[in-house]
């Protein structure tokens, strides 16, 4: 479908037809492969509607929103060393409370986070360039909620990692789960 060889209509008829034809696993099977198809195609309609969502959020004020690792424009279309070249620690002195830096975004991207569902899936991609859906949605969740990095430095890795990378599908991903995030800090050691 993604190259234009197989019509989503011919592929929704179909799951239509093994829906309706079929026991009950089956069924309930096609069922979620129809609710997936859909989701497929609202990424594309809003990529095609909104040109914009890959470089820039879909409501105007998340312009704005805070990262600890921001978005260096200057960097896009770049490879993703020059994206992670940005050298950034945020320090809050009332929280004594560092928030992230770029060492953060690589220990996500190579799978050392110390964190064993998020680094498991990232070594997958690392090794394989496959990941599944779910734990696409864990490590996105994990990079802009937890380690308060933009979005956009977990969609260009996908980009650059994925074997079935899709623009339209992991701008959805990660521009969706950044207008949710609430920044998460962590506590430096007390020696500090």
Not at 172 to 179: A, D, E, K, P, Q
Request: aromatic letters at 12%; a positive charge.
């Amino acid at each position: 479908m993604r190259h234009g060889e197989l019509s989503p209509r011919t592929v929704y008829h179909a799951a239509k037809e093994i829906q309706a034809g079929s026991r009950r696993a089956r069924a309930r099977s096609a069922a979620v492969f129809l609710r997936r198809l859909a989701w497929r195609d609202l990424a594309y309609w809003s990529l095609w509607r909104f040109p914009h969502l890959c470089d820039e959020p879909l409501r105007p004020q998340y312009a704005s929103q805070w990262w600890a690792l921001p978005w260096d424009p200057n960097g896009r279309g770049d490879s993703v060393p020059k994206a992670v070249d940005v050298s950034l620690v945020r320090w809050d002195r009332s929280r004594k409370t560092v928030v992230s830096n770029d060492a953060a975004l690589r220990a996500w991207q190579f799978g050392k986070t110390g964190y064993p569902l998020v680094d498991a899936a990232m070594r997958e991609l690392w090794v394989t360039g496959y990941m599944p859906n779910y734990t696409r949605h864990v490590v996105a969740g994990f990079l802009i909620e937890y380690l308060n990095v933009d979005w956009r430095h977990g969609q260009l890795w996908f980009h650059d990692t994925l074997v079935d990378a899709d623009v339209a599908i992991q701008v959805r991903t990660n521009s969706l789960l950044s207008v949710s995030k609430y920044p998460i800090t962590t506590q430096l050691p007390p020696n500090h």
